[in-house]
């Protein structure tokens, strides 16, 4: 049974950071690209970031570019999401997914169960 299990969601202030990690089970996911998706209460679902196989190549939401970094450790199947100088409108689940069509900003076919990331003004 293939699994994603998001962690590292939290309480912050705004100006904080947090650490998004995604951790892969039951499948490996080191030729697949990967992302992470959130969705605030109220609105749809929308790509944040995403990463290639090799982790050469990065793409994100202009919303978060300069403050949010991807990455991946292969070895451990494993994404990460590390999020600086956040705000309130970061608020919201974050979603980790794999197989993402990161040039089309679009979801692949598996996702985790997400983890709430809420920023305090």
């Known amino acids: 049974q293939v699994q994603l299990v998001e962690s590292g969601g939290g309480l912050v202030q705004a100006g904080g950071s947090l650490r998004l990690s995604c951790a892969a089970s039951?499948?490996?996911?080191?030729?697949?690209?990967m992302g992470w998706f959130r969705q605030a209460p109220g609105k749809e679902r929308e790509f944040v970031a995403g990463?290639?196989?090799?982790?050469?190549?990065?793409y994100y939401a202009d919303s978060v570019k300069g403050r949010f970094t991807i990455s991946r450790d292969s070895a451990k199947n494993t994404v990460y999401l590390q999020m600086n100088s956040l705000k309130p409108e970061d608020t919201a689940v974050y979603y980790c997914?794999?197989?993402?069509?990161?040039?089309?900003?679009?979801?692949?076919?598996?996702w985790g169960q997400g983890t709430q990331v809420t920023v305090s003004s």
């Open positions: 997914n794999g197989r993402t069509r990161i040039v089309t900003a679009t979801p692949g076919d598996y």
């Open positions: 039951g499948r490996t996911f080191s030729g697949d690209a």
């Open positions: 990463i290639n196989w090799s982790g050469s190549s990065t």
